[in-house]
């Protein structure tokens, strides 16, 4: 089993990716959340695209609907302070539920980035 991680890193072009590792369930969700309102309270209002924040999902073994509302939230929180959230990375479990949930599209990279 995967030791649960969910962590904040700066990337060389500017963009914060949060990275998640292993379950994203009732007993983790809540970390993914702080990392967001972290993220959300230290970036600038107007960074432009480096303001978005990426989810590197890519090491999730296993995503329920705490998990998912958790993702919802994330980005919920990133709106409100008007940005965005790309997925950049997923891994089979979090692409089979956000496809059975009909959500892939809230996290799908705008067109083109975003201004």
């Not at 030791?3 to 969700?29: K, M, S, Y």
Request: glycine share 10%; with cysteine; net charge negative.
């Amino acid at each position: 089993m995967t030791p649960f991680e969910a962590f904040r890193h700066a990337g060389q072009d500017g963009r914060t990716t949060l990275v998640v590792r292993g379950e994203l369930d009732l007993a983790t969700a809540h970390h993914v959340v702080t990392r967001a309102k972290e993220w959300a309270a230290e970036v600038p209002a107007d960074t432009g695209p480096q303001g978005s924040i990426q989810l590197d999902l890519s090491g999730v073994t296993f995503l329920d609907s705490t998990g998912l509302g958790a993702l919802i939230e994330t980005r919920s929180i990133a709106l409100a302070a008007g940005r965005a959230v790309e997925l950049c990375a997923a891994s089979a479990a979090v692409e089979r539920v956000l496809a059975l949930a009909g959500l892939t599209s809230l996290f799908a990279e705008p067109a083109g980035g975003q201004e």
